[in-house]
């Protein structure tokens, strides 16, 4: 996903932060980047296609002069990845320079009203109208920020864009509709970007952009306005405690693996979240006439598990939904009595912010789990639960993942409390299995990297696996899939295992690998027999199952052991781990980045 970033200076160079923040900002996938800024009334511009340390390498970034500038991570959309389509985009004088993270939608019929009008386009892209409309009301006497405000209300679509220009070379204009835009606030300095990690290192006071705001910064101050009237709008900055080193490697050779290894401490923070935004969430949730639980990817997964999570906890019938489908599925039917609780990492996934757009619109009520604070999500959100992960920077959502669980598992537990549902004892005994999961995550770490590695090494040529569990377990095993999927590129099928009867059963053959979720729980009999049905058409299964469950120890090919007594609705949360860490080590395996699977982005903030 593009990402942008930009800076003003009291003293000193602007290249260097943009240049760093560019290298945070690559997480969130790109396929070129770029860099203006000005200085002694002159506008410098470097860009390319390729990984920024390379384009660096070609066009040393350092070398650009001047204490403002802006950048950007292209994720393309519009236009091949090539240095014409990469960012900044200028107008025909080269004196306007703008990034753009978002979708024009109108940007075709835009540009031909331009290029009828003289401008001459240099890209393919959407974002390049934007500069040549500044240049048009630049040309008219506006000054930049009216230039650029009507600008931005001629588009439609969704953007985050920075601008610069020589005309008035103090100052850096955003404007934000849908895509995700902070401001920092720093020492004689102000910074701009699509998120916090890309300037934590400068700054720790942010203010958010809302949908449809523009601002103006300046060494005297940053002035936010609505860009549908141009009134002054108030805006109230916040701190973020994230240290730097939470978002460094710390000595691990990937991200991912890093984050895997930080999920005691993530469960740990997802249990000590503030019990009055807990209970809130819970009173809605207790409110609602029907529960949606809205999400994409791996979030959606956690939806998955914790609809079996409410109805077992809290005898809620809670629907998980792909965020993508919303409209479609329940657009119509969606109301007032209704509670949709949307669940995202970012909490810029844009079908979830359309999905609750749409319920909004027709007065459900919103609730939001989100691993980021001051973003889109937390602002449309009637009440909304930040699950405090810390930042996660591989593509591949992990520690996120099990601690949407945990928060998600608190939920239904409170839910239940408020309806009577648990008894003392079962509420007791929940609460204790809870508390435990940061320490159970620890011992699975440590009890089975090594098989798990062992397992990646003979496995990782294969190509093709089957990930089979049942109950709650149906979402591990999808969420097992997706991990190996995204990163490893191997196709691979995920579904209940009583499901293989119905078709997938007849691409069995032998050596197909079969990893088979299974705790023992109440699905475990049909469990059983589903490994020997595949066990009888030659697979060779690989089982996660307690350490101590002989029976299925004895049939499978191979076994994960995992620890005894955990409760059915809890046991996602641990049995994620060991497929987690296999995605993990075929990717090594292959030679491939985990980090940075390709076509992926670790925002989807565009449709
Ligand atoms: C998979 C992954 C994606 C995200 C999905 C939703 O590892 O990271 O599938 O889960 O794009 O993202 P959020 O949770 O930010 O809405």
Known sequence: MCGIIGCILSSGLAAPILFSGLKRLEYRGY??????????????????SGKIDDINSRLNFMDMPGSLGIAHTRWATHGAPSRENAHPHLDCSGTIAVVHNGVIENFLELKRELEDRGHKFTSRTDT???????????????????AVLQAVRRLRGSYAIAVISTVEPDKIICARNESPLIVGIGDGAYYCASDIPAILEYTRNFISMDNGEIAVLSLGGIEFRRISDGEF???????????????????????MLKEIYEQPLSLRNALRLQEQYLDLLSRFIDRGERVFLVACGTSYHACLAASYMFSKIARVAAFPVVASEFLEQYGDSVGIDDVILAVSQSGETYDVLRAVDHARM???????????????????????????????????????????LIVLAQLAMRVANLRGKLSQQESDSLRDSLKGMPEVIGRVLNSCADNVKLLAKRYAKKN?????????????????????????????????????????????????PVIFIAPRDSTRKEIIGNIMEMKARGAE??????????EIIGLADHHIPMPKGIPDVLSPIPYIVPLQLFAYYVAVERGLDPDKPRNLAKSVTVP
């Open 31 to 48: 396929d070129s980047a770029g860099m203006a800024t000005i200085y002694g009334g002159k506008l410098y511009l470097k860009k390319d």
């Open 128 to 146: 390049e109208v934007i500069p040549h409309l500044i240049e048009e009301g630049v040309k008219s006497g506006l000054n930049l920020y009216e």
């Open 233 to 255: 709008v108030l805006k109230k900055p916040f701190t973020v405690d994230w240290s730097i080193e939470l978002a460094e490697k710390q000595g691990y050779p990937h991200f």
């Open 362 to 404: 027709r007065a459900a009520t919103v609730l939001g789990l989100t691993n980021t604070v001051g973003s889109t999500l937390t602002r449309v959100s009637r009440a909304y639960i930040v699950q405090q992960s810390g930042p996660e920077i591989g593509v591949a959502a992990t520690k996120t993942f099990t601690s949407q």
């Open 464 to 512: 093709l696996f089957l990930f089979l569990g049942r109950g709650i377990n149906v979402a591990t095993a999808l969420e097992g899939r997706l991990k190996l999927l995204e990163i490893t590129y191997t196709p691979s099928l995920a579904f209940s295992a009583a499901e293989s009867k119905h078709g997938p059963i007849s691409i069995v053959e032998k050596g197909v």
């Open 541 to 550: 299964v690989i089982a996660l199952c307690e350490e101590d469950d002989r």
